[in-house]
T-cell receptor
Framework: AQKVTQAQTEISVVEKEDVTLDCVYE???????LFWYKQPPSGELVFLIR??????QNEISGRYSWNFQKSTSSFNFTITASQVVDSAVYFC???????????FGKGTKLTVNP | DSGVTQTPKHLITATGQRVTLRCSPR?????VYWYQQSLDQGLQFLIQ???????AKGNILERFSAQQFPDLHSELNLSSLELGDSALYFC????????????FGPGTRLTVT
């Protein structure tokens, strides 16, 4: 069965530091998608990225970047020059095999201090 | 703003009662998903509807039921409520196929007293 592990429960950094959030997954599927979501203190879940297992190229969007490595089953998320507004809980997820049900990790709570 | 709307935002009710949570998907999205987020269980998938039909079920309790109406909005009904049902309930929508990302609504925070 699909499993997503986010080993870092909480991370605290000072503004402008770079921070990497780890995500390790388990799946028996040969093709799959991976997702990152952000949950700020206000509570909503915000979609950040979807990555296809075919594509191992790193992706960059502004201060956000994602490193997908199929060989180690990891899909890590880096925030460069962190800001206080980045404070949130970040979730990694992948669909349960053959379905659209998302299996979420436990989340990593990121606190960026001024 | 994801385009998914959920009402009400907050709900406080007593044990044994029944409540209905409502969700309107993004325009054009055919799939609606319901998730429960609690401190002990994290984010858990409950049920999915696609164009009015139930498509997938998670660990949804028998006391819970859902439906999707012809206008594609969905309702999640929770009955015989228990203290442990207190949680944040999210609705999400997607275009409806395996590869599409799910966009989440703001959630309904249910408190059972």
């Amino acid at each position: 069965a699909q499993k997503v592990t986010q080993a870092q429960t909480e991370i605290s950094v000072v503004e402008k530091e770079d921070v990497t959030l780890d995500c390790v997954y388990e799946t028996r599927d040969t093709t799959y998608y991976l997702f990152w979501y952000k949950q700020p203190p206000s509570g909503e879940l915000v979609f950040l990225i979807r990555r296809n297992s075919f594509d191992e190229q790193n992706e960059i969007s502004g201060r956000y970047s994602w490193n997908f490595q199929k060989s180690t089953s990891s899909f890590n998320f880096t925030i460069t020059a962190s800001q206080v507004v980045d404070s949130a809980v970040y979730f990694c997820a992948l669909p349960q095999g053959g379905s659209e049900k998302l299996v979420f990790g436990k989340g990593t709570k990121l606190t960026v201090n001024p | 703003d994801s385009g998914v709307t959920q009402t009400p935002k907050h709900l406080i009710t007593a044990t044994g009662q029944r409540v209905t949570l409502r969700c309107s998907p993004r325009s054009g999205d055919l799939s609606v998903y319901w998730y429960q987020q609690s401190l002990d269980q994290g984010l858990q998938f409950l049920i999915q509807y696609y164009n009015g039909e139930e498509r997938a079920k998670g660990n949804i309790l028998e006391r819970f039921s859902a439906q999707q109406f012809p206008d594609l909005h969905s309702e999640l009904n929770l009955s015989s409520l228990e203290l442990g049902d207190s949680a944040l309930y999210f609705c999400a929508s997607s275009a409806g196929t395996y590869s599409y990302e799910q966009y989440f609504g703001p959630g309904t925070r249910l408190t059972v007293t």
